[in-house]
């Protein structure tokens, strides 16, 4: 029977109450009595030098507060990014100043050039059509290659190229790779393109800045995933406000994807604005201005090769990566085509030899960074595809092939730097091919071609590595900030318990799963346990949520800092009771002591800790309140085998997905329900990327794909039913509650098994094609049975 309460069952979400009856806190329904409202006036060109900004007219109109351009803030700091990384010649990455608003220059369409602040948004808004602006328009740069092409116009005058650093991994393995490349029995190539995505959540970016000047304190109300981070990075490096003079608010947050990870321009004005006008200012961005200024997603061109023995053994694997950084360098996105790809390009197999090479450049474009799994669905994106490629040019079955060059083992070293711990990769295949029914496919192909259509099945296999870690390795690596997190339990003196943590809920459940470990450990109801996160004044420093992190890592420090509960009340409960501590334990929200019939309930021993009369308190102070950091020793490393089965109409080359399974390894799952909810939407961004969703640039910048009339976003007649599975469990063997990332994996699995599956749709049309760059649109597919 399924489990009602505690690790392991499936609670409704607590938090769905106040999201579905409209009574969430989101910061756009925050006001703060005399706030200002900000409309930013943002390039219209790709790159350019500003001739001309005049605002006087602009400030003299009803309702304006003050007007901002970049002179303003030439004497605070750029836009930081948190991860440095070394070229293959040991050189730090070029690093450009990112302004706060345009110095003298644009060099994307959306960048900020002012910012009016007036007593509402159609007044600033009116404003800003009356400040004068001319832009000197430059050649843009917008191909990757282009950007790397000797002579080609530079995105910023003061680098020495467009070129941000080219890294090499591993660098000592080069010269094996490409031998054992130059003397394989087969070699299968593969060039692809990983499109450009925009993330979309549904709540636009917002932020409120707020200053009392009574005290000199700062507070920022925004939208982000982590806002210990984003207070330190704007606090220290970009407004230089100590940390104890900065509150940074993130309240619900709605979806997030990666893109409000980031320290963003808009932020740092609001905050700098507050105390420049002496009143709140609130920016709440159009959906518009997300097209142009919220951080897009993937962006790399590559050329892999699959090196193979006589005996279809994978021998090498070889990668050459474009990567757009886009014209400014985003919080994380040097690390995403380096560390969170690079290292992810085993895979699930036992390739004795890997190299990578990637040249990340600067265009004029909008900035690139961390979307929903990061380095990670490229990584699997160019594995499985050249591995489903080799399979077809083999002759092989791609489900053998793979099952054939499986790591076995563990714990396994990859030839990439990382020890993968627990994993089983033929158990998730092998519910794979149950839940997928394998057995059957040849009968629903031939129902599909009955029809008129042509019917594939695509699969992959994948890994992951998550809750980036431990802190001095990355600090080695060259981030810039430790990775660990932080929780404070703070049990009442009635019982009930306020759990705060460092990481931060938009769409995970935390306030639903959490508890549910906490209520396990001490045997109480669920209901007795709140969350508090988001406010850097009342949680611990914690890093936030991102990179499928917060159980693995936050979540582990919760356990902890329970331990420690646990153990000061063990010693209470043993006075109370005239027991020694180690006769004493906790079951059921009850303290007994073994062998006897003596118990305390879980109440009583925490009133106890707060009104200390049964106890000697040079023994045990009062109170019971822990903190706990955790700092992982190892990445975890979540693994999956996806199947997908389209319909191709041959006629029109429209793709139809049929069906849809999932068998992943999550180790053990805390709330199953929340599991499969994360594993749905993964799979929905997935199938958007491969099927629909394309960020366009043309040759002059100008964003093509800017609003959802271009932009085609995944609906619910797009989609299947899935049959999802996580009952193939490893442990993770670092972490206390064995558990491993789930946030995204649905979307790094599916890319892949949707093009596996229109590829064999299309060879069993008798069109053999290499390959399909998604989104595979029905002109596409059209034209590539065509052109077969």
């Not at 948190?82 to 960048?111: N, S």
């Not at 000592?172 to 087969?186: F, G, L, P, Q, T």
């Not at 073994?594 to 023994?619: C, I, M, Q, R």
Request: proline share 5%; hydrophobic share 40%; charged share 20%.
């Amino acid at each position: 029977m399924p489990k009602d309460n505690g690790i392991g069952a499936s609670p409704k979400r607590r938090e769905d109450i106040r999201f579905l009856t409209g009574t969430g806190n989101y910061t756009d329904d925050m006001n703060i009595r005399g706030q200002a409202h900000v409309y930013f006036l943002r390039s219209d060109v790709a790159h350019g030098t500003i001739t001309k900004l005049d605002t006087t007219a602009a400030a003299a109109m009803d309702g304006v507060v003050q007007i901002f351009t970049g002179a303003d803030f030439e004497a605070v700091g750029s836009i930081p990014c948190g991860w440095q990384i070394t070229d293959l010649h040991g050189e730090p990455m070029q690093e450009p100043r990112h302004p706060v608003l345009a110095e003298g220059k644009v060099r994307h369409v959306g960048e900020p050039i002012a910012a009016i602040v007036a007593e509402t948004l159609g007044q600033a808004r009116d404003a800003a059509e009356a400040i004068e602006l001319d832009i000197a328009e430059l050649p843009a740069v917008v191909d990757m290659k282009a950007a790397a092409a000797a002579g080609s116009t530079k995105v910023h005058d003061d680098l020495t190229s467009n070129l941000c650093y080219e890294w090499g991994f591993v660098e000592e393995n080069r010269a094996a790779v490409d031998e054992a490349i130059k003397n394989a029995a087969h070699v299968t190539t593969l060039e692809l393109v990983n499109n450009r995505l925009v993330a979309n959540p549904m709540e636009p970016r917002v932020a409120i800045g707020d200053y009392a000047r009574s005290d000199d304190q700062h507070t920022l109300y925004t939208t982000s995933q982590n806002p210990h981070v984003i207070r330190l990075l704007m606090g220290a490096f970009v407004l230089g406000i100590p940390e104890h003079k900065l509150r940074v608010v993130a309240p619900d947050v709605g979806g997030g994807f990666g893109t409000k990870i980031f320290h963003y321009q808009e932020e740092a004005f609001c905050t700098f604005a507050a105390k420049a006008c002496n009143r709140p200012v609130k920016w709440t961005s159009s959906r518009s201005e997300a097209f142009i200024s919220d951080a897009q997603g993937r962006d790399h061109v590559t050329k892999v090769e699959l090196a193979l023995d006589a005996d279809n053994n994978f021998t090498a694997l070889r990668c050459d990566t474009y990567a757009n950084m886009g014209a400014y360098l985003s919080t994380f996105a040097s690390s995403v085509p380096t560390w969170l790809h690079g290292t992810l390009l085993a895979g699930n197999y036992k390739t004795p030899l890997i190299y990578t090479n990637v040249k990340a450049m600067f265009t004029n474009t909008v900035p690139v960074d961390a979307y929903r799994g990061a380095g990670r669905p490229e990584a699997t994106f160019q594995v499985e595809r050249v591995i489903d490629k080799a399979a077809r040019e083999l002759g092989v079955d791609p489900v053998a092939l793979r099952r054939q060059n499986y790591v076995t083992e563990f714990p396994y070293a990859t030839p990439v730097a990382v020890e993968y711990d627990t994993g089983d990769y033929n158990a998730t295949m092998d519910k794979l091919e149950e839940i997928g029914d394998f057995s059957g496919f040849e009968a629903r192909r031939k129902a599909s071609e009955a029809k008129g259509k042509w019917r594939g099945l695509g699969i992959n296999s994948y890994i992951e590595a998550c809750g980036i870690a431990p802190s001095n390795l990355v600090g080695q690596l060259g981030a810039r900030a430790g990775l660990y997190d932080a929780a404070t339990v703070r049990v009442n003196a009635t019982g009930s318990i306020s759990v705060m943590v460092g990481a931060h809920s938009h769409g995970q459940g935390h306030e639903t799963s959490f508890p549910q470990v906490v209520a396990e450990m001490i045997g109480i109801p669920e209901d007795q346990i709140d969350i508090v996160h988001g406010d850097t004044s009342k949680i611990p420093f914690g890093m936030g949520t991102y990179g499928s992190r917060s159980l693995a890592v936050c979540g582990s420090a919760m356990v902890r800092a329970t331990e420690k509960i646990i153990a000061k009340a063990t010693k209470i409960a043993a006075h109370l009771m005239e027991a020694s501590d180690a006769d004493v334990e906790l079951k059921d929200g009850v303290f007994s002591v073994a062998g006897t019939d003596k118990s305390v309930a879980w109440g009583d021993v925490t009133l106890s800790a707060y009104v200390p009369h049964n106890f000697p308190l040079e023994d045990i102070e009062p109170g019971l309140e822990e903190t706990a950091f955790y700092d992982p020793a190892n990445f975890t490393y979540p693994a999956g085998a996806y199947a997908c089965e389209v319909e191709v109409d041959p006629e029109t080359g429209k793709v139809t997905i049929e069906k849809f399974s999932a068998a992943d390894d999550f180790g053990n799952v805390i709330n199953p329900m929340i599991v499969s909810g994360q594993v749905h939407g993964g799979i929905a961004q997935g199938v958007g990327q491969a099927l629909l969703e394309n960020c366009s640039y043309d040759e002059n910048g100008q964003l093509l794909s800017a609003s959802y009339m271009d932009y085609a976003m995944p609906r619910a007649d797009d989609l299947p039913f899935y049959s999802v599975d996580h009952s193939c469990q490893t442990p993770c063997t670092h972490n206390p509650l064995g558990v491993k990332g789930c946030g995204e994996a649905g979307a790094i699995g599916s890319p892949p098994s949707v093009v596996n599956a229109v590829i064999d749709a299309l060879a069993s049309g008798g069109k053999h094609v290499g390959h399909i760059d998604m989104p595979l649109t029905p002109d596409k597919v059209w034209a590539a049975i065509n052109n077969a």
